[in-house]
C-alpha cells in the first residue's frame, strides 16, 4: 500500500473539479499501477473509482541568476493520477484538519 504521496490540490486541478466535480488528482508513487491506485483510494476515501488516468512527468532543468550568480538545478520527477469517481461521490479533503 502507501502508493498515493498527496492529493493535488492545485489551481489547474481544482478547475478540472469544478468542470467535472467527480475527478481528482493525486500525486502517486512511479511504481504504483493503476489497479493498485484503485483499491488504496477507494479503501482511504470509502468512494467508488470508475477509472484511473496516469501520466509521468520528467523533471526539467532550471536555472537563474543571482548575486551569487547562475544557479543550477533541477525539478523532481513525479507521477500524477487523476480518479474518476461514481456520479454523485465526493471527496473532501480538508474534513481532517
Known amino acids: 500500500m502507501a502508493n498515493i504521496i498527496k492529493p493535488l490540490v492545485t489551481e489547474k486541478m481544482t478547475k ?4 467535472q466535480p467527480s475527478r481528482y488528482g493525486f500525486i502517486v508513487r512511479p ?3 493503476k489497479l493498485e491506485l ?5 479503501g482511504l476515501y470509502n468512494v467508488t473509482v470508475m477509472d484511473v488516468n496516469t501520466v509521468r512527468y ?8 543571482t ?8 525539478k523532481n520527477a513525479f507521477k500524477k493520477a487523476i ?4 456520479d454523485g461521490e465526493t471527496i473532501d ?3 481532517n484538519i
Do not use: C, H, M
Open 16 to 19: 478540472v473539479t469544478e468542470k
Open 31 to 33: 511504481e504504483a499501477n
Open 38 to 42: 484503485k483499491k488504496e483510494i477507494e
Open 58 to 65: 520528467a523533471g526539467k532543468r532550471s536555472s537563474r541568476y
Open 67 to 74: 548575486k551569487a550568480g547562475l544557479v543550477k538545478g533541477q
Open 83 to 86: 480518479v474518476t469517481l461514481k
Open 93 to 95: 479533503f480538508y474534513s
